[in-house]
């Protein structure tokens, strides 16, 4: 059985003293909120705090405000379980309620915050084990290692940003609201992510986030989040495709986006869906095209789950799915491809 290391607990009374206290305590100290994904990670020797810097209990992280002037505010500390069963959240958000439903399980859910979730740590089979499983396979450069053992010629790390909420709060071009030493500062989140599995977070170490802001833009947006994995429950995606449209009455396309998770290393924004589908009728055919942009730019690697060229390919087909939901257009039935049966036997 693994066993959390010996740590500090520390529960401020507010959000400016956890601040302070993670920017005195430096390196050696981190946040914990519903710790779901911190603590497995400190049992395998991943993450190896002094002090843990609770956010649990701070009222300023609380709430759903879906009638805020700017938007609908969602506090980062309230669990999934919480965002997925909202009223409000469900609909005028069901893209943003389903994916959050979807994560891991209901104990989880229960746990976990929308706030860690877009936070979640990058994966990799390579990297998600043991201390003693990794010493013995050689350490990889996201810890204790100097190469990448999915790709040892590559310069930066290729684990696998999975975030089931990130993908469809970029969709929304949701804005992060991030509480830092000279305030409160807003940043989109699609500007949040960078395609790196080390370094995959852009906002300041100083910078906590208070809550996520949905804004009024997006409220008349149709959105839908699909998921890919091996079983209905408990697993990350290894492919997750939110979409975002606004159509007039004529059916005219006045706004679209497509972002997809679980490609690389930071969500994918496609951006030819944009230029395809604005100003114009969708049709079968634009959606076609717009699966064919968005299999273009997903560049899965093969470290989770599911074959590569599997989940490749099931892009487009889950870019299909998701826009014809939207549009509730019907298209021809799908050559759905299928992961091959491995031989067991060996040689």
Not at 71 to 97: C, D, H, Q, S, Y
Not at 227 to 234: E, H, I, N, T
Not at 285 to 301: D, L, N
Not at 312 to 340: H, I, N, S
Request: aromatic share 8%; glycine share 8%.
């Amino acid at each position: 059985m693994l066993r959390l290391p010996d740590f500090t607990y520390i529960r401020p009374k507010s959000l400016k003293e956890a601040g302070r206290l993670l920017a005195e305590l430096g390196p050696e100290a981190m946040a914990v909120a519903g710790g779901t994904d911190l603590y497995p990670k400190m049992k395998r020797g991943q993450f190896t705090p002094r002090y843990l810097v609770s956010l649990r209990f701070l009222p300023e992280l609380r709430g759903i405000r879906p009638g805020s002037k700017e938007g609908m505010w969602i506090g980062a500390g309230e669990t999934l379980t919480t965002v997925a069963k909202n009223p409000a959240v469900n609909k005028r958000f069901p893209a943003l309620a389903h994916a959050a439903g979807s994560v891991s399980t209901p104990a989880l859910r229960n746990m976990g915050t929308i706030g860690g979730n877009v936070f979640v740590d990058t994966r990799c089979n390579y990297y998600d084990q043991t201390f003693f499983w990794r010493q013995a396979a050689g350490f990889c450069m996201k810890k204790d290692g100097d190469i990448c053992l999915v790709a040892p010629k590559s310069k930066s790390c290729l684990a696998v940003f999975s975030s089931d909420t990130a993908p469809v709060l970029c969709s929304l071009g949701a804005v992060a609201l991030l509480a830092g030493p000279d305030g409160l500062r807003k940043l989109p989140f699609e500007q949040i992510y960078q395609d790196d599995g080390m370094h995959f977070v852009t906002k300041r170490d100083d910078e906590l986030l208070r809550a996520i802001l949905v804004p009024r833009a997006a409220f008349g947006q149709r959105n839908v989040y699909l998921k890919l994995r091996r079983r209905g429950s408990f697993d990350f995606p290894v492919l997750g495709v939110a979409a975002a449209m606004a159509l007039d009455r004529e059916g005219i396309c006045r706004s679209a986006r497509v972002v997809l998770t679980a490609v690389a290393s930071a969500p994918v924004v496609v951006e030819e869906a944009s230029r395809l589908l604005e100003g114009k009728k969708v049709s079968r055919e634009m959606i076609e095209a717009v699966a064919e942009a968005a299999a273009k730019v997903s560049h899965p690697v093969d470290n989770v789950d599911l074959d590569y060229w599997y989940r490749k390919r099931m892009t487009r087909v889950y870019v299909k799915r998701a826009l014809a939901e939207l549009t509730g257009l019907k298209l021809e039935t799908e050559k759905v491809p299928q992961e091959p049966v491995k031989d067991e036997k060996g040689p």
